[in-house]
């Protein structure tokens, strides 16, 4: 088991759906981060939010909107999204920004059809 | 070009053989290094962070050491459990910094 929860573990959205994924962690992190995954590949960084405030878009499309309600807690909200975002999205948190490992939940498995 | 190198790419071992993985680097000012197991469909695990080089951190069969160009995760004695995918991720940089990830090498552990 994680210490960082992410719900739902799968979903299957139509290319017109809204739906949102979410990330909580009670180890006391100031940083969040959303992180994208595809088969065989490393993570690659989307968004980090440090003391609840975004700090760092890698030029995410805008189908995909961040939020941060408080310390604990991250949401992702997806909106018009295309089969190719179908990968596993991946939450982390980590102490005092950057120079602190991250603790990776298990991450939402999203397929777009 | 690559920043981070993870070798081999792929490495299969019968159960017992001890062996080593490889992370070289290419970056400057480097202010951490972790290593992260990865199995199928789940999150990266945390494994090990080294700041310095001449570090060594062990747990159970793997110990992960580090240089000024390279770090090494070795494995000695392993068990078909130890089948993951092991992730390298070298923190460097200034102010807020950046953190890249290596292409991972994925092990495989016979019986």
């Known amino acids: 088991d994680t210490e960082v929860t992410q719900t739902p573990k799968h979903l299957v959205m139509g290319m017109t759906n809204k739906k949102s994924l979410k990330c909580e962690q009670h180890m006391g992190h100031r940083a969040m981060y959303w992180y994208k995954q595809k088969a065989k590949k490393p993570p690659e960084l989307m968004f980090v939010y440090s003391y609840e405030k975004l700090s760092i878009n890698e030029s995410v499309p805008s189908r995909f909107s961040p939020e941060c309600p408080n310390s604990s807690l991250l949401n992702l909200h997806l909106h018009a999204l295309q089969p190719e975002d179908s990968a596993l999205y991946l939450c982390?948190?980590?102490?005092?920004?950057?120079?602190?490992?991250?603790?990776f939940g298990n991450g939402t498995r999203l397929t777009v059809t | 070009e690559d920043q981070v190198t993870q070798s081999p790419e792929a490495l299969r071992l019968q159960e017992g053989e001890s062996s080593s993985l490889n992370c070289s680097y290419t970056v400057s000012g480097l202010r951490g290094l972790f290593w992260y197991r990865q199995d199928p469909g789940k999150g990266p695990e945390f494994l090990f962070t080294l700041y310095s080089a001449g570090e060594e951190k062990e747990k159970e069969r793997l110990k992960a050491t580090l240089t000024k160009k390279e770090s090494f995760l070795h494995i000695t004695a392993p068990k078909p459990e130890d089948s993951a995918t092991y992730l390298c991720?070298?923190?460097?940089?200034?102010?807020?910094?950046?953190?890249?990830f290596g292409k991972g090498t994925k092990l495989s552990v016979k019986p």
């Open positions: 982390a948190s980590s102490q005092e920004g950057r120079g602190s490992p991250l603790h």
């Open positions: 991720a070298l923190f460097y940089g200034g102010s807020q910094g950046n953190l890249i």
